[in-house]
């Protein structure tokens, strides 16, 4: 499995395979930060957005058999966030999932934001997510807020937990 920066376009069957990750995940529960699953259209302009953002990193892992992974920080467009960026997106193919694809995504975004002189990359995640919360803090994310009952599914509410990574020391 490749895990590399995009730093052109994605291609035609990469755009299709994100679509298709994403929408499959969502269906299935995976809190992305969609309540109905997104669609083709949708996933392309957010991707292509992303991939020709110059202040943005966008992470894909591909192989022979198509796109199974990616994610992407984007720097803070508030001028006094300017030094700091948000990760976003993280996504594995349920195929895939426990093979540590989703922590060699997550390692060539850090490593994208040291290169890009990110001071901190933050994040977010719904407050059952345990499982991408355990891979946030063994990569050195720390926990610095919770808003309780924040997140809004229909009628269902969830915490919304806040961790950033503080790559300054
Ligand atoms: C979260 C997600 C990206 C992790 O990707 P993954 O490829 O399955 O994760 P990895 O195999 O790299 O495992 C990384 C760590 O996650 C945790 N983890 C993985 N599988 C786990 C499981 N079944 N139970 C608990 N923790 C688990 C462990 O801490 C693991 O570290 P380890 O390898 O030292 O055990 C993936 O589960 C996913 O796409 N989930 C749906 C979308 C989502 O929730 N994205 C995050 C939004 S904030």
Redesign the pocket.
Known sequence: MDVRRVDQSLTEREIAGAATLLST?VAGG???GWVEPPSPGEVRRLLTTVAADPDAVLVVATDDGGLH?L?YWRRYDRPTHRPHADVE????AAS??????????MTELIAAARDAHIEVLT????GD????A??YE?LGFHRYGRLERFVAVGDRRWDKLFYALDLRD
């Open positions: 995940l995976a809190a992305l992974g994610g997106k993280v996504a594995v895939h999932q426990g093979r540590g694809l989703g922590r060699r995504l994040l977010d995640l719904r997510n345990t499982r991408a355990a891979l063994s």
